[in-house]
């Protein structure tokens, strides 16, 4: 890692980052339409097929999680850089628009998958991190922060609505809902991950 370090800061400039990055994004754009794929079953593609929780070609959903969260933040930051760009009619500007499209879109099926995989960590992580982008964003508008407030009152909200009511449909019929509604800081396995 130390060697491949040395040999990306010698022979990529910012071009050729900008083209590793793009083939990290599109390679996750497949993964996760593969989780997608694997938890609806489009398609009926029988090798596809997986236990309880999709994993695409990772093999662990929490592996799975883990990868796509550490993507899915720099996505939408270069969806959100190519989206200021624009200041031409919108024809003028299709390559920019299209750009900022795909990785508007490459960061919402990265986010749809990392929440198919009923993670419970990496969705921690997920709302920690928007939570922290709509408070740290370098411009300074007050909805920004009434945002932040309001998604954290939605995702304490979201993971009490299937502890009332277990009987409730979503609860029921989906095990993302239940996985994610048992988050716990007194649980057994979250006092060791926090340990460790």
Do not use: C
């Amino acid at each position: 890692y130390i060697l491949l370090f040395f040999l990306a800061l010698i022979f990529l400039n910012e071009k050729r980052w900008r083209g590793v990055w793009f083939a990290a994004i599109f390679a996750s754009v497949l993964i996760a339409a593969i989780a997608v794929e694997q938890k609806f079953n489009f398609l009926n593609l029988y090798f596809l097929n997986y236990y309880e929780r999709p994993s695409s070609v990772i093999g662990n959903p929490n592996f799975l999680a883990a990868y796509l969260l550490l993507l899915v933040f720099p996505t939408f930051a270069f969806g959100l850089k190519k989206y200021l760009e624009v200041q031409l009619p919108w024809k003028l500007n299709f390559q920019i628009w299209f750009s900022a499209s795909f990785y508007f879109f490459a960061a919402g099926m990265q986010t749809a998958a990392i929440i198919l995989t009923a993670s419970r960590g990496a969705f921690v992580g997920l709302v920690a991190g928007i939570v922290a982008f709509f408070l740290l964003y370098p411009a300074k508008k007050r909805y920004f922060k009434l945002a932040a407030v309001a998604f954290v009152a939605f995702f304490v909200i979201s993971l009490y609505v299937p502890r009332m009511f277990p009987d409730n449909l979503l609860a029921s019929k989906d095990g993302i809902f239940q996985r994610l509604s048992t988050i716990s800081f007194g649980e057994h396995t979250t006092q060791t991950r926090l340990l460790a």
